[in-house]
Nanobody
Framework: EVQLVESGGGLVQAGGSLRLSCVAS????????ITWFRQAPGKEREGISC????????YYADSVKGRFTISSDNAKNTVSLQMNSLKPEDTAIYSC?????????????????????????WGQGTQVTVSP
């Protein structure tokens, strides 16, 4: 059974940090792109960062570049998202998703963040709330 399970969400004050984790099981991690998406109430889903399970290439949305860092531990089938300098506008449900249809590279990263319909597997999401 394929599963993606997120953890690490919570309530934090503006300027604080959180670390999200996404543990994958049931598929070959190395062949997939793993992406963190977020969705705030009344807003569209936003892809914020992806990482290639093949070579560790990463890509970030402008909204989080310089504040968030994505990393992976292929031995543990885990992708983490370190979120620093959090802002109230970062408040959302954060979900990880996996696809073998889109690569995460400098050239294709924007597509990986945008084409959410290409994703095969999704986690259930974890709430991140940033207070002013």
């Amino acid at each position: 059974e394929v599963q993606l399970v997120e953890s690490g969400g919570g309530l934090v004050q503006a300027g604080g940090s959180l670390r999200l984790s996404c543990v994958a099981s049931g598929f070959t991690f190395d062949d997939y792109t793993i992406t963190w998406f977020r969705q705030a109430p009344g807003k569209e889903r936003e892809g914020i960062s992806c990482i290639s399970g093949r070579d560790g290439s990463t890509y970030y949305a402008d909204s989080v570049k310089g504040r968030f860092t994505i990393s992976s531990d292929n031995a543990k089938n885990t992708v983490s998202l370190q979120m620093n300098s959090l802002k109230p506008e970062d408040t959302a449900i954060y979900s990880c998703a996996a696809t073998d249809n889109v690569q995460c590279t400098v050239v294709t990263g924007l597509g990986a963040l945008t084409w959410w319909r290409e994703y095969n597997y999704w986690g259930q999401g974890t709430q991140v709330t940033v207070s002013p």
